[in-house]
C-alpha cells in the first residue's frame, strides 16, 4: 500500500516517520518544490529502516512520484505564522493550490486526496473544484486534530483514559469550531452526569482546545506530532477499510440549510473515502454556530474563486 506525501515540512516529514513506524504501509513517497530536502528525509528515515520491526520503501520524487500510490496527502503550502490565524494565508495558498492539483491529477486521478494545509476547508472546496474528482475521494483532515485535544483535555480533567471520551468537534478547523455539549459522554455517560463536572471548567477546556496550535507555536515553529498522529489516523481508516467514523472535512451539501462549503462532519471513512456522511441533530445554539461557522468560509472561499459558494 502506497503513500505520496506533498510537502516536507514539519508536518509532511513528521507525517512520514509516524507512517514508517506504525507499518501498515509498504511504501512511502516524498514530494517537495526544493528536491533537496525531500530526498534528505527520505534518506534519513532509510537509515532508520534496519531497526524498524518491517520493511518499508521510501523515497523521493516529483509529481511523478504519486504514481500508484492509494492516497495522496497534501502538506505543501504557506505556513502559519505566530499570531497569524488559519484563514489569513488563504489567498497564498489559493494560488498554490490552483496550479500544484492539476499537475497531480496528470499523474495519479484514482488515488483518496487527503488535504492537511490550512486553511484546511477552504483547500478541501478548492481541490475539489480543480481536480475533478468526486466530492468522496477529496477528504480535509478537518477536526479530527481538534477532538484528539479535546479528548485529551476532558480525560486529564475526568481523569480517564482519552479514548473512554467521545466528544465530537464540528464545522470549521478554525475559530468557528462547534463542540458538541450535546453528544458529549464519557462510556455513554454523559458529561453533565460524570462525577467532576463543571460548565465553567468544560467551557475552559474547550476553549484550550480552540487554542492549541497557538499555544504550540508560543514555543516552537509548528505543529506537528498530534497533527501527523490524527492524519495518519485518517489513512489507517482509509487503507485498512475501517469504517471509522472521523470528524474529517467534506462537501456538506444540505445539512440546516448550509450547502456548497467544506466543513467538518462525522463521516464514515473507508477505502473508498468517505462512505457516507453523518448529519446528527443540533441543539438550537449549536445550529446557529454552524451557521456561522459556514458563513465564515464561504465569505473566504468569496475572496478567493470567482464563483458564487451560496
Given amino acids: 500500500m502506497k503513500v505520496a506525501i506533498i510537502g516536507a515540512g514539519h508536518i509532511g516529514t513528521?507525517?512520514?516517520?509516524?507512517?514508517?513506524?506504525?507499518?501498515?504501509?509498504?511504501?512511502?513517497?516524498?514530494?517537495n518544490r526544493t528536491?533537496?530536502?525531500?530526498?534528505?528525509?527520505?534518506?534519513?528515515?532509510?537509515?532508520?529502516?534496519?531497526?524498524?520491526?518491517?520493511?518499508?520503501?521510501?523515497y523521493s520524487g516529483d509529481y511523478r512520484a504519486c504514481?500508484?500510490?492509494e492516497i495522496i496527502v497534501v502538506t505543501?503550502?504557506?505556513?502559519?505564522?505566530?499570531?497569524?490565524?488559519?484563514?489569513?494565508?488563504?489567498?497564498?495558498?489559493?494560488?498554490?493550490f490552483r496550479e500544484m492539483i492539476p499537475e497531480v491529477m496528470k499523474y495519479n486521478s484514482e488515488a483518496v486526496v487527503v488535504l492537511v494545509t490550512n486553511p484546511v476547508d477552504v483547500n478541501t472546496w478548492l481541490t475539489l473544484r480543480y481536480s475533478g474528482l468526486p466530492w468522496q475521494r477529496v477528504i480535509g483532515?478537518?477536526?479530527?486534530?481538534?477532538?484528539?485535544?479535546?479528548?485529551?483535555?476532558?480525560?486529564?480533567?475526568?481523569?480517564?483514559?482519552?479514548?473512554?471520551?467521545?466528544?465530537?468537534?464540528?464545522?470549521?478547523?478554525?475559530?468557528?469550531?462547534?463542540?458538541?455539549?450535546?453528544?458529549?459522554s464519557i462510556c455513554g455517560i454523559p458529561l453533565t452526569e460524570f462525577p467532576g463536572y463543571d460548565r465553567e471548567e468544560m467551557e475552559d477546556?474547550?476553549?484550550?482546545?480552540r487554542r492549541g496550535a497557538a499555544m504550540v507555536r508560543v514555543t516552537k515553529d509548528s505543529t506537528e506530532y498530534a497533527t501527523a498522529m490524527s492524519v495518519s489516523r485518517?489513512?489507517?481508516?482509509?487503507?485498512?477499510?475501517?469504517?471509522?467514523?472521523?470528524?474529517?472535512?467534506?462537501?456538506?451539501?444540505?445539512?440546516?440549510?448550509?450547502g456548497n462549503v467544506c466543513l467538518s462532519m462525522p463521516s464514515?471513512?473507508?477505502?473508498?473515502?468517505?462512505?457516507?456522511?453523518?448529519?446528527?441533530?443540533?441543539?438550537?445554539?449549536?445550529?446557529?454556530?454552524?451557521?456561522?461557522?459556514?458563513?465564515?468560509?464561504?465569505?473566504?472561499?468569496?475572496?478567493?474563486?470567482?464563483?458564487?459558494?451560496?
Fill in 76 to 96: 505543501a503550502g504557506a505556513a502559519t505564522a505566530k499570531g497569524q490565524s488559519r484563514l489569513e494565508i488563504v489567498a497564498a495558498n489559493a494560488a498554490i
Fill in 268 to 310: 464514515i471513512v473507508g477505502k473508498r473515502g468517505i462512505e457516507r456522511v453523518l448529519t446528527p441533530q443540533l441543539a438550537d445554539d449549536e445550529r446557529d454556530k454552524l451557521l456561522r461557522s459556514a458563513a465564515v468560509l464561504k465569505g473566504v472561499l468569496a475572496s478567493v474563486t470567482d464563483e458564487p459558494t451560496a
Fill in 234 to 258: 485518517t489513512v489507517e481508516a482509509i487503507l485498512l477499510d475501517k469504517k471509522e467514523v472521523l470528524t474529517v472535512s467534506t462537501l456538506v451539501s444540505d445539512y440546516y440549510g448550509v
Fill in 35 to 58: 528536491r533537496e530536502k525531500a530526498y534528505g528525509e527520505a534518506l534519513d528515515m532509510t537509515h532508520a529502516l534496519a531497526s524498524a520491526s518491517h520493511s518499508v520503501k521510501i
Fill in 67 to 69: 504514481e500508484g500510490a
Fill in 14 to 31: 513528521t507525517l512520514a516517520y509516524t507512517l514508517m513506524i506504525k507499518g501498515f504501509v509498504s511504501e512511502i513517497a516524498i514530494v
Fill in 205 to 209: 477546556i474547550f476553549d484550550m482546545t
Fill in 141 to 184: 483532515s478537518g477536526t479530527v486534530l481538534d477532538c484528539q485535544r479535546f479528548q485529551s483535555f476532558l480525560s486529564r480533567h475526568f481523569n480517564v483514559h482519552p479514548g473512554n471520551v467521545q466528544g465530537l468537534i464540528i464545522g470549521e478547523h478554525g475559530e468557528s469550531m462547534i463542540p458538541l455539549w450535546s453528544r458529549a
